[in-house]
């Protein structure tokens, strides 16, 4: 079975901390992407990645930063967290087999980051 | 950009009751198509996807949905729902061409009630 684990099902932080997500995935999978989950608004690309070292904006990419130094773990970034930016945060990962796009996305559990 | 609407943000039903939860897309390429599901406080997991062929896929639980290309729609089925079918679930689309990115609607929250 493939797992996804994320570093903290919750986390609390205070305005203006540097805040690190940890997702490791365990399948050897080439494409890694960091979501955020809010009421109302489905899941929101924040960035991913389709190999080690590289790095693609997703949708709201803006207080956020990634850093993929190993296939199998993708960090996300809070340089100077916001209370804007608590949410739910998920982590995926995907192969990269035959036709791109056809592979289905594996989900962490979720890490509910709150900034007070 | 994709856009994925999912129509209801919200459908509660009685057990036992069918039940359809509604997808639209806009594109003017070829798509995949996928539903997740998500369970309280889980993470999401593949329900079906329709990548190609016959435009009805099934899900093992029971689910199925249905690939319309002339109204752009892959709405999701159930002729008989369960409480544990109780979570909220995605539309997603991806178009071949983006490393694997999906799209996801908003979501619907399926309530199912006894």
């Known amino acids: 079975d493939v797992k996804v684990t994320q570093s903290s099902r919750y986390l609390v932080k205070r305005t203006g901390e540097k805040v690190f997500l940890e997702c490791v995935q365990d399948m050897d999978h080439e494409n890694m992407f960091w979501y955020r989950q809010d009421p109302g608004l489905g899941l929101r690309l924040i960035y991913f990645?389709?190999?080690?070292?590289?790095?693609e904006k997703g949708d709201i990419p803006e207080g956020y930063s990634v850093s993929r130094e190993k296939k199998e773990r993708f960090s996300l970034i809070l340089e100077s967290a916001s209370t804007n930016q608590t949410s739910m945060y998920l982590c995926?990962?995907?192969?990269?087999?035959?036709?791109?796009?056809?592979?289905?996305?594996?989900f962490g559990p979720g890490t509910r980051l709150t900034v007070t | 950009a994709q856009s994925v609407t999912q129509l209801d943000s919200q459908v509660p039903v009685f057990e036992e009751a069918p039940v359809e939860l509604r997808c639209n897309y806009s594109s003017s390429v070829s798509v995949y198509l996928f539903w997740y599901v998500q369970y309280p406080n889980q993470g999401l997991q593949l329900l079906l996807k329709y990548l190609s062929g016959s435009t009805l896929v099934e899900s093992i639980n029971g689910f199925e949905a249905e690939f319309n290309k002339s109204q752009t729609s892959f709405h999701l089925r159930k002729p008989s729902v369960h409480i544990s079918d109780t979570a909220e679930y995605f539309c997603a689309v991806s178009r071949g061409s983006t490393l694997g990115r999906l799209y996801f609607g908003r979501g619907t929250q399926l309530t199912v009630w006894p």
């Open positions: 995926a990962s995907s192969p990269h087999t035959g036709l791109a796009g056809t592979d289905e996305q594996y």
């Open positions: 990645s389709y190999d080690v070292k590289m790095k």
